[in-house]
């Protein structure tokens, strides 16, 4: 069955970083897109990235994490990352591994990833 599996969230003061990795399993990675999104507490949904299937690898972001987070994936690990730099602390919340097909159609557990001094 289809599995992803986030982990590397914790707990980092503001202007620092922390990378958090997507474990996937049960279906060819490789030719998915992968995303990142993430939930603050009281607040919706908001996709931060997303990556593209295929040896470009092309990358697109939220305009809130634009310069500061960098997406990427091992297609021989089926593993996505997100690098997160210069963390703020309205960037707390849980974040959540998402495949897309027609829709995000499989979820992990989400991570969290706190920001505070």
């Known amino acids: 069955q289809v599995q992803l599996v986030e982990s590397g969230g914790g707990l980092v003061q503001p202007g620092g970083s922390l990378r958090v990795s997507c474990a996937s399993s049960?279906?060819?990675?490789?030719?998915?897109?992968m995303s990142w999104v993430r939930q603050a507490p009281g607040k919706g949904l908001e996709w931060v990235s997303s990556?593209?299937?295929?040896?470009?690898?092309?990358?697109e972001y939220a305009d809130s994490v634009k310069g500061r987070f960098t997406i990427s994936r091992d297609n021989a690990k089926n593993t996505t990352y997100l690098q997160m730099n210069d963390l703020k602390p309205e960037d707390t919340a849980l974040y959540y591994c998402?495949?897309?097909?027609?829709?995000?159609?499989?979820w992990g557990q989400g991570t969290q990833v706190t920001v505070s001094s």
């Open positions: 998402a495949r897309r097909a027609n829709e995000f159609d499989y």
């Open positions: 049960g279906f060819t990675f490789s030719i998915y897109y």
């Open positions: 990556i593209y299937p295929g040896a470009g690898g092309f990358t």
